[in-house]
């Protein structure tokens, strides 16, 4: 495919990173300049740039003399990671229990309707995509553009975690229940409570990642 030429290597850091996500380049792998130059129909110098613009937002790693190779999330990034992005999301279900109008709650009553029947059907990716919507539905409410900046970019990272939390025994049920927990606090107005049962929300997501990393190791083991 032929990139066009305004802001190229903006264009090419928006395909890697697609890339990245969807798995096609994977974590701990090496990119090889020449190819991804062919591939994309592009020189070395916008490709050079792109590298830059992923690395400064982790998602890859430089190694001087041996190039750019995708970053790999470890259990400890994980560990520091989810706190630090339970209390930006806690801040703005805070926001957004101050800042919701009635429509503003009408949208998301259909949205948590919405949720709740992916989750009965056990429809995991409808119901994460839904669950996305609903947590950038209360980014948005919290009308808050530095938490919103910090937590777009700690998503990147945790987007390098494949494993996926919800297919955890039980995890689906309990995040279900952890939402209508944020959103009847939201709809009482009640900030404090809204911003505690967030940040549970979020601290729950990582001991899911856990329990299940916990279990793929065992698989491995035995």
Known sequence: MRLVQSSL????AATLREQIFAGKLAPGMFLDE???CESLKISRTPLREALKVLTAEGLLRH???RGCFVSEVTEQDLDEIFPVIALLEGRCAFEAARNATDADLAALTTLHERLNNYAQAGRINDYYDTNFAIHEAII??????WLSQAIADLRKILKLARSQQLHAPGRLAQSLSEHMTVFAALKSRDSEGAEAAMRTHLLR???????LARAQKSRVLA
């Open 205 to 211: 997501q990582r001991e899911a990642l856990r329990e």
């Open 140 to 145: 948005m409410l919290a009308n808050n553009r």
């Open 34 to 36: 020449v190819a991804l």
């Open 9 to 12: 290597h903006q264009e090419v």
């Open 63 to 65: 190694e001087p003399r």
